[in-house]
């Protein structure tokens, strides 16, 4: 298929995620069968300064589905300038803009869903960074009252600017991740803007998956539901009828022990080991749910300090878990 400028394997995608979506997350979530992953919000004023650490969030790997260089800005020639650096640095398949971010920290630098309020300033920088002829991808959130322009006349706005593509999360900025996703206002702009809007937002099954492709959406962005499923993936694809390994649809505990013992290191010899025992850590919550043992497994990962004993806990997995053929 081909969405936004760009060709892809499916239309289910790994959302970005900061903190998370680092090179070997993303790595990870494509061999399970993400067909597009985000790298985390980068800031392109990070960039301009030279900040080695904003730098490193422009790694990829081979092996990796398409990746969108998800950036932040408050104005377009720090947007324009930062992309021009990172494309030197980085390959991508895509240029992606912020415009949902809700935290304070960006909030304040004009960024993220300060943009919703500013239309005029949200466009010039997507026809800005449209000169440099990559894919331009719009992340937005739904846009409550009181702002200049609703959230069709903004997506239709930024299409009109040059955008291939948007995201939309059915939350406002100011419910952040609290409450529940508007499903009908996704549904509203891909019936708007037919081939140009993926879903974003309380998608935790194969049938919201489902559910957002089946009415008129491009693509959906799994995010929390992916690091409570990983799997979820694999399981989506099949389910729209995807070829998809047996490994993957059923996975056995040794399975997904050796992902996630394989994903630890990985995050380990590329960043940190805190790093890794973090990410494992939160992966490990959704994984092995309904085997025996599975209680007594948890109540022990959550007293390991640690990478190291992380991953010796992983590989002990068989004290806890009843085999699976």
């Given at each position: 298929m081909r969405s936004g400028g760009i060709d892809l394997k499916n239309p289910v995608w790994m959302a970005p995620l900061a903190g998370i979506t680092i090179p070997p997350v993303r790595k990870f979530f494509s061999d399970l069968g993400a067909g597009l992953t985000h790298t985390e919000m980068v800031s392109c004023s990070g960039l301009l300064r030279g900040h080695l650490k904003t730098s490193r969030m422009l790694d990829t790997y081979p092996g990796e589905a398409p990746v969108v260089l998800q950036l932040f800005a408050g104005d377009p020639s720090t947007l324009v300038k930062g992309a021009e650096i990172a494309l030197s640095l980085g390959t991508f398949s895509g240029l992606g803009i912020n415009m949902a971010c809700p935290m304070p920290k960006v909030l304040r630098k004009g960024a993220g869903s300060r943009l919703l309020s500013d239309p005029g300033m949200a466009c010039q920088m997507v026809s800005e960074i449209k000169r440099l002829g990559y894919p331009v991808w719009v992340k937005i959130r739904k846009i409550?009252?009181?702002?200049?322009?609703?959230?069709?006349e903004f997506c239709r706005r930024i299409i009109q600017a040059g955008g291939d593509h948007i995201s939309i999360h059915g939350r406002t900025p100011s419910q952040r991740y609290e409450g529940v996703s508007d499903k009908d206002i996704i549904l509203e702009a891909a019936g708007n803007f037919p081939g140009i809007i993926s879903a974003s937002g309380d998608i935790f099954t194969t049938d919201d998956v489902m559910f957002f492709l089946q009415n008129g959406c491009a693509g959906v962005l799994l995010a929390r539901g992916a690091l409570r499923d990983p799997f979820l993936f694999p399981k989506s694809?099949?389910?729209?009828?995807?070829p998809v390994t047996d490994e993957l649809l059923d996975p056995s505990v040794d399975y997904q022990v050796k992902k996630l013992v394989a994903l630890g290191d990985f995050i380990a010899c590329s960043r940190h080991e805190k790093l890794a025992e973090v990410i494992v850590r939160r992966m490990m919550a959704g994984m092995f749910k309904g085997l025996p043992g599975v209680s007594d497994f948890r109540k022990t990962g959550a007293e390991a300090r640690g990478w190291i004993e992380l991953r010796e806990l992983l590989e002990r997995s068989f004290l806890y878990f009843e085999r699976r053929d």
């Open positions: 409550p009252g009181g702002n200049p322009v609703d959230t069709m694809l099949e389910k729209l009828e995807y």
